[in-house]
């Protein structure tokens, strides 16, 4: 009793260190933007390197962008590689394993495909030119979605959620953010830490559901957002004109505090 007494203050003690840390809140929307956004100028640095190398019109940033139609060829190739292989589900790309073999065929699919369309992309005419974008492409994507998965899953670049409603949508929700595989943990790499429900049927008060904890009914609501560092309420009720006036003044005293509130629609 005593080991696990110590082991849960232990828990406790890191748990503040990590709330107590500066934080820099990425909403799921800007880490997609942002994956795709450093994926698509690694690719295209991939490229522009080797033609910077074979070219003899002089190295120069002129050089680099004229031929811009390549660059576009390019970007559009890897969208649909990309897409064809779900490199942007955030889940995925919180799991090394599961990241570095799905990133690894959208790169050689995009390498493939692209060094067979002709007209629209640059004369790479010997095969070390060819072996260098790939090989740039490659380890250049494979390393950045590494650095992704360790690092951007960490506490500081998350935000923590209550979900207002344990009903159906909110299940619905909870399942679909912890819908992940192999060695992603739930809500890992979807930018979200959902510390726990609020809603006011008495009878789900301190139990779970789907493996969140119920901490109360609305009149928690405020100071559970401020006692645990809250960033985000996620309103899980899909009418709504149920949402009675005391539960909107809450919501609208949490956005005083700098809470964000936001629908699931």
């Known amino acids: 009793m005593k080991l696990e007494t110590t082991a849960a203050k232990q828990r406790s003690q890191v748990q503040r260190h990590w709330l107590n840390k500066p934080r820099l809140r990425i909403r799921t929307s800007e880490r997609k933007i942002f994956l795709f956004l450093v994926d698509v100028l690694i690719i295209n640095l991939a490229l522009a390197i080797p033609w910077l190398l074979a070219t003899e019109e002089g190295r120069s940033l002129a050089t680099i962008v004229s031929p811009y139609k390549w660059y576009i060829t390019l970007t559009i190739v890897w969208c649909v590689s990309a897409f064809i292989f779900d490199v942007y589900n955030l889940a995925r ?100 830490e959902l510390v726990g429900f609020i809603d006011d049927n008495p009878e789900l ?52 505090m700098g809470v964000h509130v936001t629908t699931m629609s």
Do not use: K
């Open 93 to 192: 790309s919180a799991s090394t394993t599961n990241i570095v073999r799905n990133i690894g065929l959208a790169a050689l699919t995009t390498v493939l495909v692209y060094t067979l369309i002709p007209w629209l992309t640059p004369p790479l005419q010997s095969r070390t030119l060819v072996f260098a974008f790939a090989g740039l492409v490659l380890g250049g994507l494979v390393s950045w979605r590494v650095i992704y998965a360790q690092l951007f899953v960490q506490p500081q670049f998350r935000q923590r959620a209550l979900v207002i409603g344990a009903g159906w949508a909110g299940r619905t929700l909870v399942e679909s953010l912890g819908n992940v595989t192999h060695d992603a943990n739930p809500f890992r790499g979807t930018g979200y």
């Open 205 to 256: 008060t301190g139990g779970q559901v789907v493996g969140v904890p119920v901490l109360g009914g609305r009149d928690v609501l405020v100071p559970m957002a401020s006692a645990l560092h809250i960033d985000e309420l996620i309103l899980a009720i899909t009418q709504r004109h149920a949402i009675a006036d005391d539960l909107f003044d809450e919501l609208l005293r949490c956005r005083e």
